[in-house]
């Protein structure tokens, strides 16, 4: 049975394009119905093109190349799995920016790949996580000095005519029509309502 190779790229939005990954595999050889492609975040594995290769169209004996790791998970445990899934199937994984993977070795002495390819995926592995620890450490910090200087974050809080509590009984007590107190008001109708919520709430 021949064995075959096929090439993932992913990007993470519907706006970003795949075109850098697919120029490198076709710099390859690569043909277009080898190549699959996702638009999806790679938080999750559950991704329609990732799943296809993984239950449909891998068998034993193929190879995979992807462009860089983290277009397979951006976890480290994700990538970790990934790896063994498709050592536990013996499909081969090339990852073009990390060339110890790309090397075919003479026969015997694939362990010399496999040790230094293992070293260089737990490197990245640690690298690609560390950056996402940092990134939501600095978001942390961000709103904890913006908290610090009195800033309010989210939306800004509704301001409340300082004329409301009148108009409002007005209204409520049928002198006027809801239109009429919005005008006088000079608010959004949305805005007029969504006061009139908290203040009977209250």
Known sequence: MENRVYYYARVSTKEQNLDRQIAAFVAMGAEEREIITDKESGKSLDRPGCQALKNV??????????KSLDHLSRNKADIRNELQFFKDQGIRLKVIDLPTSMMDLPEGQSWV??????????????IDEQERLTIKQRQAEGIAAAKAKGKKLGRPSMKIPENFDAIYTYWRNGEITARKAIEMLGMKTTSFYKLVRIKEKR
Request: hydrophobic share 55%; proline share 0%; no cysteine.
């Open 113 to 126: 790949f496999e040790m230094v390819n293992n070293i260089l995926i737990e490197v990245m592995g640690t």
């Open 57 to 66: 169209i891998l068998r034993k004996g193929d190879t995979l190349v992807v």
